[in-house]
């Protein structure tokens, strides 16, 4: 879950941003502290397949 820095990060940026800026700082923050899921990995070669073929 989220850890105190992340947390302060995020009262900050909520205070300053709407609710969904804070959402998907959230969601950033989340992905640095666990990485990348399996899917997004997946949608991100499909990405660069489509760009190659383009």
Excluded at 16 to 29: A, K
Aim: hydrophobic content about 35%; glycine content about 8%.
């Amino acid at each position: 879950m989220l850890d105190k820095t992340m947390y302060a990060a995020l009262k900050v940026k909520s205070g300053q941003l709407g609710y969904l800026s804070s959402q998907e700082l959230i969601r950033d923050l989340l992905r640095e502290k666990l990485g990348k899921s399996e899917l997004e990995k997946f949608g991100e070669r499909i990405e660069r397949k489509i760009k190659k073929l383009v």
